[in-house]
């Protein structure tokens, strides 16, 4: 019966029309746009790559060889491990991890401070400006930080002005360009959702806090974080997803010897134009991630209800 009364609540509150135009495009979204391609894609990863004409035939039969090579490599025997893409996959999953945490740590505090001011003009201004960059196309942006990190870059002009180096410092083959890329891309996917969660808590809790003696440390830990819970949750949810699934900025910013697991889902795609071991390496890949955040959610003690907050 619950699901019955949300519905005719729904309808009353947006009326018979627009509540069927809103439903049928979330409906066109999740289904269109989000299951029916990625079902599709699950099909193909368990297919073998045929040649047009062998399509339907007898040897289009479904088969896990594309996740064997994953494991196995060419030679499909079990004991040698496909030990480059199988790497390339943990070292992208450690990194989307790094680029989460590391934005949760520089936009905790500036989310705390939007929240906790009180709708002045000058916070206004400090969002409409964390704002505006994002007008710029992102692969216009991976490629400006890639001339700011150039060996001939503003980064290392600064620091040899300073004296701080002596040479210039090779920021694109160490990876640096790469995360603070990564890093810069999603950031505001993470702010904005803590934003919003700290924007509602009480001021007067912080206050009634402080007048008992606890300290700025104690204050977060037992107020705003929990609090802040479900912005925390949707915004490192948001940010490790998109990291892990980055192309751009991996194929712009990346060094010689870097190599991100969607740049190996994009070769199979369009250099080797085998489809269905793409599709098979992007299953791989979108499952192990999902896996990781509702493990993570699980350990925080956070649910899908909260971060829909």
């Not at 216009?140 to 890639?146: E, G, N, P, S, T």
């Not at 505001?188 to 007048?211: G, H, K």
């Not at 080797?272 to 003690?301: D, E, P, R």
Request: net charge positive.
């Amino acid at each position: 019966m619950k699901k019955p009364l949300i519905f005719s609540q729904f309808f009353r509150n947006n009326g018979k029309m627009m509540g069927g135009i809103m439903m049928f495009l979330v409906a066109f979204w999740i289904i269109v746009l989000i299951l029916l391609p990625q079902l599709s894609m699950l099909d193909f990863s368990f297919r073998f790559n045929l040649p047009p004409k062998e399509l339907g035939g007898p040897k289009d039969v479904y088969t896990l060889h594309n996740y064997r090579y994953l494991l196995y490599g060419a030679d499909g025997k079990e004991g040698t491990y496909n030990t480059v893409d199988l790497m390339v996959f943990v070292r992208t999953i450690i990194a989307a991890m790094a680029v989460t945490i590391a934005d949760l740590i520089l936009c905790y505090p500036l989310a705390y401070y939007l929240g906790q001011s009180k709708g002045t003009g000058f916070v206004r201004l400090l969002v409409v400006l964390l704002i505006i960059p994002y007008w710029i196309n992102e692969i216009l942006r991976a490629f400006a930080l890639r001339i700011i990190f150039a060996d001939s870059g503003i980064v290392n002009d600064v620091l040899m002005t300073l004296h701080l180096i002596k040479e210039p410092i090779d920021f694109i083959r160490a990876d640096i360009a790469l995360y603070a890329g990564l890093g810069y891309a999603y950031i505001l996917l993470m702010l904005f959702p803590m934003y919003n969660v700290i924007e509602s808590l009480d001021r007067n809790q912080i206050e009634a806090a402080r007048d008992m003696g606890a300290s700025w440390t104690r204050i977060h830990r037992r107020i705003v974080i929990p609090h802040a819970k479900p912005g925390i949750s949707s915004g490192m949810t948001m940010v490790f997803m998109l990291s892990a699934g980055a192309l751009a900025a991996p194929q712009i910013l990346g060094g010689p010897s870097s190599l991100w697991f969607t740049q190996l889902v994009y070769q199979w795609f369009n250099g080797s134009l085998n489809w269905q071991q793409g599709s098979a390496y992007a299953i791989v890949l979108l499952v192990s991630s999902i896996v990781i955040v509702m493990t993570f959610m699980k350990i925080f003690k956070v649910n899908m209800g909260d971060i829909g907050k």
